[in-house]
């Protein structure tokens, strides 16, 4: 509660010191805030606390879940670098608006009531359409955001629908609740339960981009402004599986209920994820698509049910968090500099910026789950959970399968920015604060893929 509560009374704060004539002060002041409340959740570790007539409970999971959520924010600010040059006077209600959408990430990974549920993927969601059409002289981004809106709203009431009818059903929005009442009806549901347990499937995956509820993905990650596309594709994606798994464990024991659903979903999503990214030419669409295929990795963790889900999960979120906003940081400075996101664009980075090279050849080689990354020990995780289960070997063939298409398409980047020549491309100009960032991402993907240990025990 103290996060949430902190980072509602900072983004009001953040607000105001924004009618300032320098912008320079936001960028630090922003992560200022969010080490504070960084700080704060870690004094919430095993001091579980319940609020508002237990709607809402801090326990090891949400700090753990919240604590990955704002690190990442604080890893992906230094590349909001070039607002704060440029003075964009819309600078501070970027930052409020991000303050305000971890808000809502935290409710949805503290939940223990569907209404608060809801509360929570609304709060993300609004700040999400807003900050994906914040680029108002670009077409891509105002219909970025339009159709971010328009399916959000649409999957919104379809989520709010099946709220409904599991209250119906059993007479109560509280998850454990609803859980104890699954159980009394020895695996005899009715109608009106099964329809909700589906309709609340579907309005999380859509929040996650899981197919075939992906359609919005690419278009929408290729629109908004890359800043914003990295928080989505992180933040917003942990958020919705952390609340997926905590509904599914809590809200639904008997998994005979929905696992037919679910791995036909996870399945689809490494599909459609893979192969998508594989026959793209912008390296940002590409990353759109690579999104969803992570995804399906995480929803393997779900599908798996058993005691190493949460922290299969926890490992993959920060490893999939670390290696994107590298990806994207690195995105950000050679598409506004060398005028494209198509491979092309990266084509002799390698010569003209090593750093630059470096970092996203990291962040490939962990999204691909090479060795010696975060991404191999995240993969790894996942796996580890669903093989405790021998009939769902068929599953990991099929990952390890679509996880191969996967090398291909990272690879693409690789090749171009160390096997290409430069051509007529300059220089890219790096600030030293994100420099130092790209810096620290890498050590830390290569670290996690040397020394695991050091964060896959504490959930």
Known sequence: MTSIILLS?????????????SKRILLPLALLFLL?????????????????????????YAVAFTGVMVLTTMLLLPFSQNYVEEANENLAEFYS???????????????ENL?????????????????????????????????????????????????VLIYGATGTFN??????????????????????????????SFKISAAPFHFWTPDVYEGAPTLFTSFMSTVVKTAGVAAFFKLLW???????????????ITVLTLVVGNI?????????????YSSISHAGYMLMALVAFNQSSDSSIFFY??????????????????????????????????????????????????????????????????????????????????????????????????????MQPAGNHARVQVGSFASFMLIFISVLTILLGIVPGLVSDLI
């Not at 090593?354 to 990354?373: E, H, N």
């Open 317 to 418: 979120s920060i490893s999939y968090a670390a290696a994107t906003v590298a990806a994207f940081g690195v995105l950000q400075y050679v598409s506004s500099q060398r005028g494209g996101e198509t491979f092309e664009a990266f084509n002799g980075l390698g010569k003209t910026n090593p750093l630059l090279a470096f970092a996203m050849t990291v962040s490939m080689l962990s999204l691909a789950g090479i060795p010696l990354t975060a991404g191999f020990f995240g993969k790894f995780f996942v796996f580890s959970a669903v093989v405790q289960d021998p009939n769902l070997m068929w599953l990991i063939i099929v990952a390890v399968i679509l996880a191969a298409v996967g090398i291909y398409y990272y690879f693409k980047v690789v090749i171009a920015m160390y």
């Open 97 to 111: 608006l991000l303050l305000f959408a971890l808000v809502g990430g935290v409710m949805m990974v503290s939940y």
């Open 276 to 288: 998508g990214a594989a026959v793209q030419k912008s390296a940002k669409r590409m990353l759109a």
């Open 36 to 60: 504070v409340v960084f700080g704060a959740n870690i004094l919430n570790w095993d001091n579980t606390q319940s609020y508002f007539n237990n709607m809402l409970t801090i326990d090891n």
């Open 250 to 264: 809590n809200a639904f024991p008997l998994a005979s209920d929905w696992f037919p659903t679910i791995i036909a």
């Open 175 to 204: 998850i454990t609740e609803i859980g104890d009442a699954q159980r009394a009806t020895d695996g005899v549901t009715n109608t009106m339960f099964l329809l909700g347990l589906l309709l609340l499937v579907i309005g999380i």
């Open 115 to 163: 209404l608060m549920l809801f509360i929570g993927i609304e709060v993300l969601s609004i700040a999400m359409y807003v900050l994906a059409g914040s680029r108002k002289g670009s077409l891509r981004s105002n219909e970025a955001s339009l159709k971010y809106f328009l399916m959000g709203a649409f999957f919104t009431g379809i989520l709010l629908f099946g709220i």
């Open 9 to 21: 009374v900072f983004g009001i704060i953040n607000l105001f010191v924004g009618f300032m004539k």
